[in-house]
């Protein structure tokens, strides 16, 4: 069965430090994978995706994710935190076979303290 | 307007009633998809529709729960006799394509409080 775990249900980190959310995944085929972001009262944003190109991928806002099959990780990655980057963060793959289905980590909840 | 829309983004109704939540995604996207996310977790999976049909039901998680899309247009999800479960935060996305190829653009959702 493909599963996308992510190991911290909570983060918190001082702003400025670097931010590390960890993602394994599980999957019999080389997937898709992606980090979603939702801040308070919104609706999910894609931060970056990975799709088979590039191991290292960027995305918005400084985050960047690398790819590692060795590992079967896909951590998310900021060099700096900044207070609006406090929010829950869904990691997230695709689950080949048949229908176009994505599945969700169950979410790390990131808090930056001043 | 140019993202996914979803209405009432809130509503409050009582045990055993009946609720419609409605999905206007992007113009153009083909694919939508509904999830829930309860208080404090993560999204879980309830159909995915690609134009008007909807190859995967699998996470519906009773007959109470129905869904249905007009064309590459609007959805909606209806929930029957809902029950205190039922309470929830549903969310729309849509997207050009089968999820693996591209961004999801979700809606901002529907909290469901059933008393």
């Known amino acids: 069965a493909q599963s996308v775990t992510q190991l911290d249900s909570h983060v918190s980190v001082s702003e400025g430090t670097p931010v590390l959310l960890r993602c394994n995944y599980s999957?019999?085929?080389?997937?898709?994978l992606f980090w979603y972001v939702q801040h308070p009262n919104k609706g999910l944003q894609l931060l970056l995706k990975?799709?088979?190109?590039?191991?290292l991928v960027k995305g918005i806002n400084g985050f960047e994710a690398e790819f590692k099959k060795s590992e079967t990780s896909f951590h998310l990655t900021k060099p700096s935190a900044h207070m609006s980057d406090a929010a829950e963060y869904f990691c997230?793959?695709?689950?080949?076979?048949?229908?176009?289905?994505?599945?969700f980590g169950a979410g790390t909840r990131l808090a930056v303290h001043p | 307007g140019a993202g996914v829309s979803q209405s009432p983004s809130n509503k409050v109704t009582e045990k055993g009633k009946d609720v419609e939540l409605r999905c206007d995604p992007i113009?153009?996207?083909?694919?939508l998809y509904w999830y829930r996310q309860r208080l404090g977790q993560g999204l879980e999976f309830l159909i995915y529709?690609?134009?008007?049909?909807?190859?995967?039901k699998s996470g519906l998680p009773s007959d109470r729960f129905s869904a249905e899309r007009t064309g590459e247009s609007v959805s909606t999800l209806t929930i029957q006799r809902t029950q205190q479960e039922d309470s929830a935060v549903y969310l729309c996305?849509?997207?050009?394509?089968?999820?693996?190829?591209?961004?999801?653009?979700f809606g901002e959702g529907s909290r469901l409080t059933v008393l």
């Open positions: 990975y799709t088979s190109a590039a191991t």
């Open positions: 996305a849509s997207s050009f394509a089968g999820g693996h190829t591209g961004e999801l653009f």
């Open positions: 999957s019999s085929y080389s997937p898709s």
């Open positions: 997230v793959g695709y689950v080949s076979g048949g229908y176009n289905k994505l599945i």
């Open positions: 113009s153009g996207h083909t694919a």
């Open positions: 529709f690609q134009g008007n049909s909807a190859p995967d």
